[in-house]
């Protein structure tokens, strides 16, 4: 792709607060609309705008594939593991309740571990996937 | 009044949307046009009160879902093959009529007993709605509901569907995502790349 001027500085522009915008819906989820899953989706969309002006290398570059596939798994034992630290703190499975010492904070830790899980998975394999289709053309 | 005014103009949009969808053969306007239904979609969810549905189709209809199929027309031809005008028709066309205008109607008689929007007395809030509105922000200290049924009282739920997408994405790697890493390792491809 030739490169264009104003398509960069205009992704140069948006990316940074595309990201903050991510994290904000990320970590706000609790107080107002959002969550891990919108998260994570707008976190990739940073990345696939950075990936369609400056080219899917200098995306690679800055995510390899390998990390992307460490980062979908990470996201998915997050989730599991809150689990099995309730089970061994001696509640049920995901009851968030014996993470805190009272169960407001155990239900807030909990809540927030989770959503960080799905947001890490979902923006991870939105970008395997966008990679997979992406670079196939070219192989 | 003026939620009236906005939810008809939208539902208008959507169904001139989907005729043009359905009529159009250049399936790169088709993607752009899902893009747009999608978008409207996600008017008509802020307008019916749920902003966390609406971002998520935002997000997720009219921006990745664009972007995937874009990316997926790039590996194939961006026209639709008219294949109607080669097979003559295998029956008339007034026997899909009769039987789309038999479900429409059906369909329509069934909204009749819907309960209006937003009801409290409608069966879908009287089983647990309730009690999540009464006690989730004293239980969890979370103000917004929709985040404590989502991660805490449907946690097993939203876990199979973080499991879902991880399989999603494991699918893709195992279909057409093997050869990425063969090829990263091999620079001279480079040059050529940037050319697409």
Redesign the interface.
Do not use: K, M
């Given at each position: 792709m030739k490169p264009n001027l104003i398509l960069h500085v205009v992704a140069k522009f948006l990316i940074p607060l595309i990201i903050v915008f991510a994290l904000y819906v990320q970590f706000h989820g609790d107080f107002g609309p959002g969550g891990g899953f919108q998260a994570g989706v707008i976190f990739s969309a940073a990345l696939i705008l950075y990936a369609l002006v400056f080219g899917l290398d200098a995306a690679e570059k800055i995510i390899p594939s390998h990390i992307l596939r460490i980062l979908a798994s990470l996201g998915l034992v997050i989730y599991a593991g809150v689990g099995v630290a309730t089970l061994l703190l001696g509640g049920n499975y995901l009851d968030y309740n014996t993470l805190g010492s009272t169960q407001i904070g155990g239900q807030h830790l909990g809540i927030l571990l989770v959503e960080l899980g799905v947001g890490i998975t979902v923006a991870a394999v939105m970008l395997i996937i966008f990679f997979a289709f992406a670079g196939r053309g070219r192989a | 009044m003026i939620d009236m005014i906005i939810n008809v103009t939208l539902l208008a949009f959507l169904a001139i949307t989907s005729v043009a969808i359905v009529r159009m053969t250049n399936l790169f306007a088709i993607v752009m046009l899902f893009g747009i239904f999608s978008l409207l979609s996600a008017g008509l969810f802020v307008v019916m009160d749920a902003?966390?549905v609406?971002?998520?189709e935002a997000?997720?209809g009219a921006?990745?879902s664009t972007?995937?199929m874009l990316?997926?027309l790039?590996?194939t031809k961006n026209r639709q093959k008219p294949y109607y005008a080669e097979a003559p028709h295998a029956h008339r066309p007034w026997l899909p009529l009769i039987v789309v205008a038999i479900t429409g109607g059906a369909l329509v008689y069934g909204t009749w007993d819907i309960p209006g929007f937003g009801d409290p007395n409608a069966p879908a809030q009287t089983h647990v709605a309730r009690y999540y509105i009464e006690n989730a922000p004293l239980?969890?200290?979370?103000?917004?509901i929709?985040?404590?049924v989502?991660?805490?009282y449907r946690?097993?739920d939203?876990?199979g569907?973080?499991?879902v997408?991880?399989t999603?994405?494991?699918a893709?790697?195992l279909l057409?995502?093997g050869?990425?890493?063969k090829?990263?390792v091999k620079p001279k491809?480079?040059g050529?790349?940037?050319e697409?």
């Open positions: - | 902003p966390d609406a971002f998520t997000a997720v921006g990745i972007v995937l990316a997926t790039a590996l239980e969890t200290g979370v103000p917004n929709v985040t404590a989502l991660a805490s946690g097993f939203t876990l569907e973080v499991a997408v991880f999603a994405g494991v893709v790697l057409i995502g050869r990425r890493s090829s990263i491809s480079e050529e790349q940037d697409t």
